[in-house]
């Protein structure tokens, strides 16, 4: 049986995109094209009383995001999507060991979720190009971006070490039912 082919998009809000985040527009069409062509797909959703209470129009995820039909919705409280919520027994439910991962931001929600979600051994492939940030203090969105692709890239999880892909890459290989393709 081939392997299900799953998106989990982090944090793509109105409210965390009230900050200004790199290539917006070419980031959400990327995220569209893993999430039409993945057999699931998982939501996660940050909530904070203040600035994304839940139900609001700050919680609700970008009008131009394709939301599948029998999509799953995961909100969280902290950087990390694992940490205190559902994700980990959804994953086990649907017999999930695997996925693709994109979305906001770069270093903090997706950066945390990558990391923790190798320790607890899934395999994850990140779509090098579909996941976004803002500018900081301390570098600019495109440099922290370049910056965490490598950090992931360089991982050491001797059993297993996360993948990082462009989208192009990951939907080649969805279209001919081949293994991702193992990048030096």
Request: glycine share 4%.
């Amino acid at each position: 049986m081939p392997t299900r082919r799953v998106v989990m998009v982090v944090d793509m809000q109105n409210g965390v995109f009230a900050t200004p985040r790199l290539n917006r527009e070419a980031c959400a069409a990327r995220i569209n094209a893993l999430t039409q062509a993945a057999d699931a797909v998982i939501f996660i959703q940050h909530a904070d009383e203040e600035a994304l209470p839940e139900g609001s129009e700050a919680f609700a995820l970008l009008a131009e995001l394709n939301q599948p039909e029998g999509a799953f919705y995961v909100t969280k409280s902290a950087c990390d999507a694992f940490y205190n919520t559902s994700l980990d027994a959804l994953l086990r439910e649907q017999s999930i060991d695997e996925f693709v991962i994109c979305g906001c931001a770069t270093d903090y929600c997706v950066d945390a979720t990558i990391k923790n979600g190798v320790s607890r051994g899934y395999r994850i492939t990140i779509a090098d190009d579909a996941h976004t940030t803002a500018d900081r203090p301390a570098a600019p969105a495109d440099v922290l971006i370049r910056h965490y692709n490598d950090v992931w890239r360089s991982f050491i999880a001797p059993a297993n070490p996360p993948q990082v892909l462009p989208t192009q890459t990951i939907l080649d290989a969805w279209r001919t039912n081949s293994p991702f393709p193992v990048l030096s």
